[in-house]
């Protein structure tokens, strides 16, 4: 995406908030200590300035399987329907003892985070839906790849990333690429539907 959508303030730039996330400020480009921490900015990415991932930086990492280390399609498949049933216990920790301790995490927006930083998202999500489900709708798997594009569907119980509680449903789809190396995640590239995602939020 490039450019500023129609009624965009020309002060918005992204900078970092207390836990290294993204913050939006909206005057004098200096974060507000009032602003509460988010761990997911609801804001386009158009109008926090953010720069895509260009296709040669996506090409150069996920290009880089090779034959030593491919994983065989009937593990990955495997390894996908355990990660899923480790969601649906809402076991972070099951669900991140399927990660490399060193794997990096790669969002839409080109910012990379580590192990840490995913599980305490995650908790964040179990803890505002603790009825939250994890429904895979297709699972693609080839050399040490693996991809899932699955819904996620629970009721807002409790304040979420800022955001009050509900007590309505919300349903949302996330797309994740998984690089399997020796039975652990060392790579995830992400996209979710943030913005459906907050709407559903809207009191």
Do not use: C
Request: hydrophobic share 40%.
């Amino acid at each position: 995406m490039s450019g500023r959508p129609p009624g965009g303030d020309a002060r918005d730039r992204r900078v970092p908030g207390p836990e290294g996330v993204v913050a939006l400020t909206q005057a004098g480009n200096v974060p507000d200590p009032a602003r509460p921490t988010r761990l997911f900015d609801p804001i386009p990415l158009s109008i926090t300035g953010a720069e895509p991932l260009r296709p040669s930086t996506l090409e150069k990492h996920m290009s880089s399987s090779n034959v030593e280390t491919r994983t065989s399609t009937a593990d990955l498949h495997q390894f996908a329907d355990e990660l899923i049933r480790q969601l649906n216990l809402r076991d972070t920790d099951g669900a991140f003892a399927l990660f490399a301790p060193d794997a990096r995490l790669y969002a839409a927006d080109g910012t990379t985070t580590g192990v840490e930083e995913n599980r305490a998202v995650v908790a964040s999500v179990f803890d505002a839906f603790p009825d939250i489900t994890f429904t895979p709708v297709r699972v693609v798997a080839e050399d040490d790849w693996l991809a899932i594009g699955f819904i996620w569907a629970g009721t807002s119980t409790r304040p979420f990333n800022g955001t009050p509680a509900t007590g309505r449903p919300i349903k949302v789809l996330e797309f994740r690429m998984f690089r399997v190396v020796d039975g652990k995640i060392t790579e995830a590239w992400g996209l979710i539907d943030l913005a459906t995602l907050f709407a559903q939020l809207q009191s």
